[in-house]
């Protein structure tokens, strides 16, 4: 158990559809990262948030968004869903000590299904 | 960005040691080395992580040239249960945006592990 929390585990939607997934981060960690992974295929970074604020952001669609709210939980809003956009999607959260980010903790990520 | 590439597939034995090559040619001066897990349907896990010479700890051993500009984890006497993929991910861990080469997991190299 890496203490990061994901809900819901699986998703079922349909076309064009909007869905939020939600993570919560290890006790401490400020900084909270997105990962799309489709089948057979390697982790995509979507987006990064430390402390509230967007640090870094990969490759994620406009139709995607993401937000940290003060409690540190963050949420990401995937919309008019496609089926290309089923998938596993991973939250991951690390800790920061003097400026230098430290390993990153996943989550058991979200299965979303597109149908 | 710093790109990594690494072989796709490894196959090996139970009690073998196992090399895991990841070259890494534009490093840059400020850049750590950082080795992840994962399984399937499961988000990746920390292995190790190091900036020159060897690194040890109680799963692996990584070992990176005086020109970092590739690196080696070294997994003991594999078990069925090192059955995997495993990433090798190069980044400034103090840069705000340490950023999208450090969350850069690309496809991995998939080890499997035979009796």
């Known amino acids: 158990d890496s203490g990061v929390t994901q809900t819901p585990k699986h998703l079922i939607t349909a076309t064009g559809q909007r869905v939020t997934l939600r993570c919560s981060p290890r006790s401490g960690d400020l900084s909270v990262y997105w990962y799309q992974q489709s089948l057979d295929q390697g982790l995509q970074f979507l987006i990064q948030?430390?402390?509230?604020?967007?640090?870094a952001k990969g490759n994620i669609l406009e139709r995607f968004s993401a937000q940290q709210f003060p409690d540190l939980h963050s949420e990401l809003n995937l919309s008019s869903l496609e089926l290309g956009d089923s998938a596993l999607y991973f939250c991951?959260?690390?800790?920061?000590?003097?400026?230098?980010?430290?390993?990153?903790?996943f989550g058991p990520g979200t299965r979303l299904t597109v149908l | 960005l710093a790109k990594t590439t690494q072989p796709i597939s490894m196959d090996s034995y139970e009690g073998q040691e196992v090399n895991i090559t990841c070259s890494h040619n534009n490093i840059a001066t400020n850049d750590y080395i950082t080795w992840y897990q994962q399984f399937p349907s499961q988000g990746p896990r920390f292995i190790i992580q190091g900036y020159k010479t060897k690194v040890t700890n109680e799963v692996a051993s990584l070992f990176i040239p005086a020109d970092r500009k590739s690196s080696t984890l070294s997994l003991p006497r594999v078990s069925l249960s090192d059955t995997a993929v495993y990433y090798c991910l190069v980044g400034d861990l103090e840069s705000p945006d340490m950023g999208r080469r450090a969350l850069t997991f690309g496809s991995g190299t998939r080890l499997q592990v035979q009796p």
């Open positions: 948030y430390y402390n509230g604020e967007e640090r």
């Open positions: 991951a959260s690390s800790v920061e000590i003097a400026g230098r980010r430290g390993e990153q903790f």
